[in-house]
């Protein structure tokens, strides 16, 4: 087995016992970015000297036994929304594009003292905006099973990059299901916290009361690994949490007897692509089979979620991003009459199409006159759609169902009618505005080749009963391929 | 019913979000805006009088930390970022 498949958590091992090491691994991966990343172009930039700079120090660090972490001298790659000193930050935005923070993003520091290698900056819809990463100012990420068909988004250059093997796992920021989303296109694991349990701080703010870093990795082991290294408590981010129970990989038991989990009708109605449903209710099936406990139920308000994200979000967002005003950092129009042209020819320059799109919305939906009518109507809906989950969460212990309607469109099919694209965000955009944990895991594939993903949500704070039932599937999943090859062999 | 974003509200929001958009693109965001929000009113189908607006899943309250200084002094990498600087400042245009 080439170097580049292994799981990060086999690879910290193998750098541990001394069979590799941290600047191997990176200089394979690095090789293995130059041979595959001109198709897929699933990085904004590449910092080959300074992985291998880091490399060598970590390698140091581990050799000296200062390093003894399951992420010690493993590369990953970033979604281009997370601030790193010294390193370009583009948002995959042109308003950004020479931007270079000044400092790093808490959830970064905490990879990097546990000895994380950064490879570079994945592309990702421009400031998170959108399911497909099409909206990138830095051209599109092709999907690694179909280069004619889209990784997802926003969170689409890292959901690529580890199913490429281009990275051995990598960060994806979540508002309305870009971490899931992605995840579940490109056929890897990826999760979406508790709101709070990851802090936000250096992460360049979309929708800030719906944002959440996670991981995006090539199996639920990596996942619960890199949970447990992001998790932290951070005085800088004024919603971080105080959590004692992020020891994530003590969830990666084969065992879900008992365990309640209710399917929504609502999630498997019109819409919804038969083959995606078959796979999803298959594993559910799998579940079932491994004792848990698997009944169909009323979500109730589901079709609500999508008007009520979208109000909130672009609402946020229109506030968020007034900062990018061409005076501190990142692009300035050439010419212009005064300040206030100045302004409105940076920014419209500077941001694309679905970006200007939302920030309208936003600034609308904020303006007086309307702020009842839309924004505080749609604050006052979430809190129903909260109620609806709690009351779902007093029957079981997790809901079950698919991440997306469908598997992963072709390539420029969807930015052409907006809310279509919206629509898509379905099954996963509530679970921000209630603020639950969510995981999307691989659950077969279409006839077409392209990977099916299987979520499964929890209430707050539930992520181990989530990993615990995503890791039993997995390994059931496992076996039983081991089982066909044997028998085949 | 139809949202119906007169070119009034478009200028407007236009000034508020600090855009300028060309003719046709005024009449794109127009309509865009408009489907949006005809799709946002689905929301009035439900009764919400007696529904608290939730902004945070948790209770968030104000975090007070003491006034110090942890960061160091990056005057000049920050201005790096800056379009125009001069003499250790953000360099903006005459604004009167």
Do not use: W
């Not at chain 1, 209630?434 to 999307?440: D, M, R, T, W, Y």
């Amino acid at each position: 087995m080439s170097i580049t498949e292994m799981t990060a958590a086999s690879l910290a091992v193998a750098i541990r016992e001394g069979k590799t090491t941290a600047v191997e691994a990176a200089e394979a991966m690095l090789a293995r970015i130059e041979e595959k990343d001109k198709e897929l172009n699933c990085y904004v930039t590449v910092d080959k000297e300074g992985a291998l700079r880091q490399a060598a120090k970590v390698q140091e660090k581990i050799e000296k036994g200062e390093l003894t972490g399951p992420l010690a001298g493993v590369p990953v790659a970033l979604k281009d929304n997370l601030c790193t000193a010294g390193l370009l930050t583009t948002c995959a935005s042109r308003i950004l594009y020479n931007f270079v923070p000044t400092y790093t993003a808490e959830a970064v520091i905490n990879l990097q003292k546990a000895g994380a290698v950064i490879l570079g900056k994945t592309n990702m819809d421009e400031f998170a905006m959108g399911s497909t990463t099409e909206t990138s100012a830095y051209g599109v990420t092709r999907n690694p099973h179909n280069t004619d068909h889209v990784p997802g988004g926003s969170s689409g250059g890292s959901a690529a990059a580890v199913a490429a093997g281009e990275c051995f796992y990598a960060l994806g920021s979540d508002t309305g299901g870009s971490i899931r989303q992605p995840a579940s296109y490109c056929g890897v694991v990826g999760m979406k916290p508790t709101y709070g349990t990851v802090s936000r701080y250096g992460l360049v703010a979309y929708g800030s009361s719906l944002d959440q870093i996670g991981p995006l990795t090539k199996d639920v082991r990596d996942c619960a690994v890199v949970l447990e290294t992001l998790a932290s408590h951070d005085d800088k981010d004024s919603t971080s949490l105080v959590r004692e129970d992020t020891d994530f990989t003590s969830a990666l038991v084969e065992d879900v007897k008992g365990l309640r989990i209710g399917i929504p009708n609502d999630y498997l109605g019109e819409g919804l692509d038969e083959e995606v449903k078959a796979a999803v209710l298959k594993a559910a099936g799998v579940l079932e089979e491994k004792g848990a406990a698997v009944e169909r139920f009323d979500l109730s308000l589901v079709e609500y979620a999508i008007p009520a994200y979208y109000t909130i979000a672009a609402a946020e967002a229109s506030s968020n991003l007034e900062r990018f005003d061409g005076i501190k950092y990142g692009y300035r129009t050439k010419e212009y009459a005064g300040l206030h042209n100045m302004y409105k020819k940076s920014r419209s320059e500077g941001f694309g199409e679905e970006v200007k799109r939302r920030i309208m919305l936003g600034s609308f939906v904020l303006s007086s006159g309307y702020y009842d009518a839309y924004y505080l109507k749609a604050l006052r809906v979430k809190a129903l759609i909260k109620k609806a989950f709690d009351e779902a969460f007093a029957k079981y212990d997790m809901i079950l169902g698919p991440v997306a309607p469908t598997t992963a469109p072709k390539l420029g099919e969807s930015l052409a009618d907006p809310l279509k694209m919206y629509l898509g965000d379905i099954y996963t955009i509530a679970v921000n505005l209630a603020g639950l944990p969510g995981i999307s895991v691989p659950c077969g594939q279409d006839s077409k080749g392209l990977p099916i993903g299987m979520q499964l949500i929890g209430d707050c704070f539930q992520e181990k009963k989530l990993l615990r039932a995503a890791y039993t599937y997995e390994q059931y999943e496992k076996n039983s391929r081991n089982a066909d090859i044997h028998r085949m062999g | 019913m139809a949202n119906i974003i007169s070119d009034e509200t478009i200028e407007y929001v236009g000034i508020l979000a600090k855009l300028e958009l060309s003719g046709q693109q005024k009449e794109q965001a127009k309509k865009d805006m408009g489907r949006m929000l005809d799709y946002i009113d689905k929301l009035s189908e439900l009764d919400t009088a007696d529904v608290e607006p939730m902004s945070h899943v948790f209770p968030v309250q104000n975090v007070f930390r003491e006034d110090v200084v942890t960061n160091g002094d990056t005057r000049e990498q920050l201005l790096a970022n800056a379009p125009e600087e001069k003499d250790g400042m953000f360099m903006v245009p005459k604004t009167f």
